[in-house]
């Protein structure tokens, strides 16, 4: 149980596109699932805070209008990475904590960006 | 807000060796400690994970250990095998924290020597 997906694996774009990941708890709902980016080397760094129906809560120094996120239902949520540039490239990893519960993030398999 | 060091940062060990992996936190009101496992090109895993009401932790071989009032906690693997060879995190989640968001360490690269 608790299995987080994202979808794609892996996707290369040409600067100035838009890409969406999208974010699936498959087993379990979740009220709130979270967006991480990790550069080579280094740790995770939390970007937004995603909840069901309302707006996300994004992290100091991330651009709303560039990371956009959607989380219609209670189980996806979506990262849209707009006008797609080099220094965006990065593995992009959700995680979602399933509703009722107030400890345990359960981790997707990670996004894989280059943006040419 | 909530600061999270580890250390060390890379961990060289023989298999069948212990290896130790040190995180203080700086918020006091913390009350939530996972530790999770990264292998390479993938995301997280929970390995194990400790509330600030008990002091220690074990699954199999492995353990977490938490000092409160030095702010400090650790994790212990025992008879390290090939396949412990990873990058660990620990992570603290501030009990303030409106969202649960939890703050994540810098990483600790553990190579099992065979």
């Known amino acids: 149980g608790a299995v987080v997906s994202q979808h794609p694996s892996r996707v290369i774009c040409k600067s100035g596109t838009s890409v969406k990941i999208e974010c699936r708890s498959l087993d379990f709902q979740a009220t709130t699932m979270f967006w991480y980016r990790q550069f080579p080397k280094q740790s995770l760094m939390l970007m937004a805070t995603?909840?069901?129906?309302?707006?996300?809560?994004?992290e100091q120094g991330v651009e709303k209008d560039k990371f956009l996120i959607n989380h219609a239902s209670l189980t996806l949520s979506t990262l849209t990475v707009t006008s797609a540039h080099p220094e965006d490239s990065s593995f992009y990893i959700c995680?979602?904590?399933?509703?009722?519960?107030?400890?345990?993030?359960?981790f997707g398999p990670g996004t894989r960006l280059t943006v040419l | 807000g909530e600061n999270v060091e580890q250390h060390p940062s890379t961990l060289s060990v023989q298999e069948g060796d212990s290896a130790v992996i040190k995180c203080t936190y700086s918020?006091?009101?913390?009350?939530?400690f996972p530790w999770y496992k990264q292998e390479l090109g993938k995301g997280p895993q929970l390995i194990i994970d400790i509330r600030s009401n008990v002091g220690e932790k074990k699954d199999q071989r492995i353990a977490v250990t938490l000092n409160k009032t030095a702010k400090h906690f650790s994790l212990h693997i025992t008879e390290t095998q090939p396949e412990d060879s990873a990058v660990y995190f620990c992570?603290?989640?501030?009990?303030?924290?409106?969202?649960?968001?939890?703050?994540f360490g810098s990483g600790t690269r553990l190579s099992i020597r065979p």
């Open positions: 992570a603290a989640r501030p009990r303030l924290s409106s969202a649960s968001k939890i703050i």
């Open positions: 918020d006091s009101a913390s009350n939530y």
């Open positions: 995680s979602a904590r399933q509703t009722g519960s107030s400890d345990e993030q359960f």
């Open positions: 995603s909840n069901e129906g309302s707006k996300a809560t994004y």
